[in-house]
């Protein structure tokens, strides 16, 4: 029986992306590939991270009583995860689920196609000003369908600018959902914006975090 690294889980709103502002069920695998500058959850990516190792048969258990059906899969990066497939295969077995995975856009999705039905893809892009960039799977562009999103996480003006241009290059706002948001206390979102005002960026959506406007920002289990 395969099982799985989680760090977390717990019911709390989605701070970002197509979900934002609603109820959802969180599993935080353990471990990551990546290491953001700004990286708010480093402690669940290393590999001796502290976690409950949960069955498929313990997490549908879990989510089917909350009465959620609103999942999100996080991290860390979760498509690390051993076995994750049938993981969610299994979620999406649950009536009237869906199931976000938020990935960091370094592991190839095409080893993950088909996914369920129920099951979207919230992938980053790392902008220069993550230390990361060079780490981006851009071929995972050609996989994303319209109810998935790419999200950008901005440092500074810099990092808009390559936004703009990945967004143009790949026609992202015909393919896919494209959300900016900025590094916490990095940049003012005013100054995102304003330049959304200015390139004219329809269909590029600002993201705020709600979730650490509504706690501190470092709080756990949120």
Known sequence: MTLYPVTESFISINGEGRKAGTLSCFL?????????????????????????????????????ESGIRNITLTGGEPLLTQGVNPLLSALAGIPGAEIEIETNGSVPLADFFPVPDPVFFTMDLKCPGSGMQKHNCMENLSLLRQKDVVKYVVSDRADLDWMRETVTEYRLTERCGIYVGAVFGRIDPLQIVDYLKEYKMNRVHLQLQLHKYIWDPMQRGV
């Open 28 to 64: 935080r695998m353990r471990g990551c590939n990546l290491c953001c500058n700004y990286c708010d959850t480093r402690w669940a990516c290393e590999p001796d991270a502290e976690a409950k190792m949960l069955s498929a048969e313990d997490i549908v258990a879990w989510v089917t």
